[in-house]
């Protein structure tokens, strides 16, 4: 008989080596799924985790996976601060939206103007507008103790359709014979968000990830608010004992990570994606909840796993295209990488005993 | 900048060598669909026309594809994915990745684009093609004059784009041909595929005694809607979209359009075998097999089938165009004179009712 055993302490090792498993066991499962539908299972995999990064056409997936992984890194950085301090914002991608939204209509209210001013007017927009969207749950939560998980995640409902009437109605280009979507940010040079050295796929939203990363470092290994946030996660008592103002806490933890996630739609709506349009939510802000976790809820962590994240879009595309693999079996190839996260992390928390024990 | 290093690393790679470097090399198509395979219309038809080019060019092409490509920051990726890995030619099925394919297409000069129902043709390797609907929409709406009893025919409108405007305005005009008093109720939608928003639509204006439905929209839900009402007593036809939905015949599904792209599929990638291929923008109809009436079923009346039978024969043999005058704007201006024929430039850009319809067009 096979019994799981709590341990005194989280095992170190498993919690560093589980990403590194869950990616291994994927392979094995995926390259099985992959020859269960016909495919030759090494070159799936090869085309998903190898190419992108060291194939032929190398030089253009690696900005690729850049422009795929800042957007999520920007925003599982936010997260990762609340989660560490059991504030769970789940409706990132509604401030996402809203960010976007916000940027992109401070921007167009001076089209066509070529003031360089615009573009830093739109970041502001953008991030205050992400802000406030992650006030709605703080506020409604300190006056009503409603929860935030649940307001959060309606609140990303609102949020789309907000998105879909800006799409459709006043943000539409008015040149675009009742098209929807608005005017293309990307050909209108002051609100565009350019790549910043070409061939990089490095735009603002790369530098800004990385700034978030620096800085989100510093606060939680240096900072009192990051020893706060530690020790209202892990001893939510003490910390009230300890004179941690909760409050400030709830305001403070969904106020970033709202921004991070209004500044991540900013750029996207500025840069990748060029306009507002019905099908703008790509899903980062959902996504960027599983990056957190897999990357332990550590700014580093969040890197490798948000880099991970885009790998497997992008060479998932890839195999999509050149191998003739369906789109479902890409969803469920990621599927299995959290799958596989979550069932490993059960070893750093829990020993595995073969054989009769006490019952405790 | 950006433009250049691209162009300088595709060089390098000899991805700019011209098409028929090496004859024996197959011709690689590639397709980006908006949907999955299996949505039974819009995406099913494209991957219909792709299965006929290689049925059509067996060993002298190799076809590839990528489902349910976003209209958004992936569009850009997935094309240049596919340019990279060697496709001569692509197409790109749907509206929304216009600004995509453009963009890819300037730092692919080499390749061929061919956009699907758009307008946008900056660079000399992009066409664009469409098919005229709208003779279709005249025929499903002569058959609803026939066959509608509250006088009342809803449209299920996707977006308030020229082609939908067109179909409302189609349909209205040969439904009042038949008969005089009736009404059209226009539903707009916002979405090309969302089953659970085309019931809504649907079952909203069945309640308003709507009895004959026609969408612009590509799932079957409407269907599913009308056959629920059939159930419970009702008396509600609707027509299938993009292909057949032969599953809901012989009623409430009584005929439908079918979009069939395998004949300009074939011809396009035939010019890229021959190297003839060239810029163009192309809008097929019944003429060029490309708008098709699926089977008119015995649920509808003898004198109407004939009807809807010899219009299209009229349409197909280029003797009867759906825009023929007079016809008046919705604000009784006129707009085309007894036996004027509506010219292509201003279908492309219709942005009007037709006089007899009620309501204003979403702006």
Known sequence: MIRLERRPT?????AAASPLVAVALTMVAGGLMFAALGKDPFEAIRTIFWDPVFGEFAWYFRGQLLVKAAPLILIAVGLAMGFRAGIWNIGAEGQYIVGAICGAAAGLAFYPSESWLIFPLMVIAGALGGFLWAMI????????????????????YVAENLLASAAVNWLRNPDAVGFPGSRNLGRWEAASNPELIAGTGAHWGVVAAVIAVIFAQIMMTRHLMGFQIRLAGAAPRAARFGGVNTARLVIFCLGLSGMLAGLAGLFEVAGPAGQISIDFASGYGFTAIIVAFLGRLNPLGIVAAGLLMALTYVGGEAAAANLGLPGAAISAFQGMLLFFLLAVDV???????VGRGVVA | MKLTTLLAGAMALGLSTPVLADAHDPVKVGFIYVGPIGDGGWTYQHDQGRLAVEAEYGDKVETVFQESVPEGADAERAITQMALGGADIIFTTSFGYGEATNAVAAKFPDVKFEHATGFMREYPNVSTYDARFYEGRAVTGTLAGYLTETNKIGYI????????IQGINASYLHAKKINPDVEMVVTWAYTWFDPAKEADAARAMIDQGVDVILQHTDSTAPQAAAQEANENGGRVFTFGQASDMAQFKPSPRVASIID?????YIERVGAVIDGTWEQQASWGGMPEGEVVIGEITDAVPAEAKAAAEEMIAAITAGEYHPFTGPINKQDGTPWLADGEVADDGTLAGMDFYVEGISGDIPN
Do not use: H
Request: proline share 11%.
């Open chain 2, 157 to 164: 409108g996707s977006f308030p784009i020229p082609e939908v």
């Open chain 2, 260 to 264: 069939d792209w395998a004949p300009y």
């Open chain 1, 137 to 156: 749950p703080a506020l409604l939560k300190l006056r009503f103790g409603t929860n935030e998980i649940l307001v959060s995640l309606m609140l990303v």
């Open chain 1, 10 to 14: 989280p095992s170190r090792v498993w």
């Open chain 1, 347 to 353: 070893l750093s928390n829990f020993r595995v005993r």
